[in-house]
């Protein structure tokens, strides 16, 4: 599912779960989050497409190849050759293509190492921190009269945009367990203020 925007009927149901203050615009906010969190995974499947066909040991031959690539980069400047065309164009240019691999490797790969999906929980704490910085609390409540079910206008506000952004309708449990996993993190960062125009990797 590729996110753009809230339909007018999405945002009046996230725009109803708290008093949003004035001087924001929230709704862009969100959505500029929701964009870029989508476009963000979006490339990151392109890339690991490609990727998937590779040998499982392509990111130490791509190094070893990017070392040697210097290594003659080097040779050639150390020569006594005439050094018009130095460095080689075509050195540099098998040079550039292989950071430019690691570089795709590092971002779309190496952060996800050990983590179910580090762009989803990316997209969950920037949630909540927007929650936190329009003045929200991160709490929420449990039904007396159904045992345990969290409730509460967080839970609210999450099943609505992660409604919205993802195309998944989450339980109020897993919407609770989402905010105690971020709950701390997000309360050592209340000072800072929240990265605007990052991606989502």
Do not use: C
């Amino acid at each position: 599912m590729t996110f753009t925007a809230f339909s007018e009927s999405q945002w009046q149901g996230i725009r109803s779960t708290h008093d949003w203050p004035d001087g924001t615009d929230w709704r862009g906010e969100i959505e500029q989050v929701g964009r870029q969190f989508s476009e963000a995974r979006g490339e990151r499947e392109a890339w690991l497409k490609t990727f998937r066909e590779k040998p499982a040991n392509e990111k130490d031959r791509v190094e070893h190849a990017l070392l040697k690539t210097r290594e003659q980069q080097k040779a050639w400047a150390d020569s006594n050759l005439d050094d018009t065309d130095l460095p080689d164009p075509g050195l540099k240019l098998r040079q550039q293509r292989a950071e430019q691999w690691l570089y795709n490797y590092d971002t779309w790969v190496t952060p996800f190492a050990g983590q179910r999906d580090f762009m989803q929980n990316r997209l969950e704490w920037t949630l909540m921190s927007i929650w936190v910085e329009a003045g929200g609390e991160l709490s929420y409540s449990r039904k007396k009269d159904d045992p345990g079910t969290p409730y509460g206008p967080l839970i609210d506000f999450l099943t609505l945009t992660l409604k919205a952004i993802l195309g998944r309708t989450y339980r109020p449990s897993n919407i609770a367990k989402m905010i105690d996993r971020h709950r701390p993190e997000i309360a050592n960062a209340r000072g800072i203020r929240r990265r605007r125009g990052g991606r989502f990797a």
